[in-house]
C-alpha cells in the first residue's frame, strides 16, 4: 500500500531524514537510498510517496519512495526504452526483408545477428564485472560490436540488464554508431555499395 507523505526534515550531506503521513500518524525514518528515481534532492516540505517497511532493528522506514512530480517521468522513460526496441526490431525486419527480396546477401543478416549475439553477452558479462569489481569491457569495444551491426543487441542489453543505459556520454556516442551502421546499411542499397558487399562476400566466402 502506497503512502503519501511530507518531509518535515531532512539531512542532505547524510542523505537522510523524516517524513510526516498526510493522513496522519507517526514519522517515518527516510533514507536517500528509498528513492527509486529522482529528478531534484529531497528537501524540506516536499510530497513524496512510499511504501511503509520496517529496518533490520524492526523501526519504521519509507521504501520504494517517489517524489512529488517524478512519475511522469518514469512513464515517458519506459515509453522512450520500448519505442528504442521497437525500432531496432522494424530494422531487422527490413533486413530480413531484403534477404527474402534478394535485394542484400543473406550473410549481412547472418552479421547482425551474430554481432547483436555476441553484445548481448559481452554487455551481460561487462555488467557482472562491475558487481563483482572484476575487469571491465573498455566502451570502445561495445562501440565497435554496435558499429559492425550489433546495436539490435546493445539495445536490448541496456533495456533488460539495465546497464549503460544512463550514462550520457556512452548514449551520445553509441547512438552515433547505429547512425553510421544504418547509413552503411542504406549505402548496399546503392550501386556502389552492391558492388562492394559482393565483392567482399566472394572473398569470405
Known amino acids: 500500500m502506497r503512502t503519501k507523505g511530507k518531509i518535515i526534515s531532512w539531512n542532505d550531506e547524510k542523505g537522510f531524514g523524516f517524513v510526516e503521513p498526510c493522513s496522519g500518524g507517526k514519522r517515518v525514518f527516510l533514507h536517500i537510498k528509498a528513492f527509486r528515481q529522482r529528478s531534484s534532492r529531497p528537501e524540506i516540505g516536499k510530497l513524496v510517496t512510499y511504501s511503509l517497511s520496517t529496518d533490520r532493528q524492526g523501526r519504521p522506514c519509507a521504501a520504494k519512495a517517489t517524489l512529488a512530480g517524478d512519475r511522469l517521468p518514469q512513464q515517458t522513460k519506459s515509453q522512450n526504452n520500448s519505442l528504442a526496441l521497437i525500432c531496432a526490431a522494424i530494422f531487422l525486419t527490413v533486413v530480413c526483408i531484403s534477404v527474402i527480396t534478394a535485394k542484400i546477401h543473406p550473410l549481412i543478416l547472418a552479421l547482425y545477428i551474430v554481432a547483436s549475439l555476441l ?66 546499411f542504406i549505402w548496399l542499397y546503392t550501386p556502389s555499395g552492391s558492388s562492394t558487399a559482393q565483392a567482399l562476400i566472394a572473398l569470405i566466402a
Open 119 to 184: 553484445t548481448f553477452l559481452i554487455y551481460a558479462m561487462d555488467k557482472s564485472a562491475a558487481r563483482k569489481g572484476g575487469w571491465r569491457t573498455q566502451e570502445s569495444t561495445l562501440h565497435m560490436f554496435a558499429l559492425i551491426g550489433g546495436w539490435p543487441g546493445a539495445l536490448l542489453a541496456q533495456q533488460k540488464l539495465r546497464h549503460k543505459s544512463k550514462k550520457q556520454p556512452f548514449r551520445f556516442v553509441f547512438w552515433i554508431t547505429v547512425l553510421l551502421n544504418c547509413s552503411a
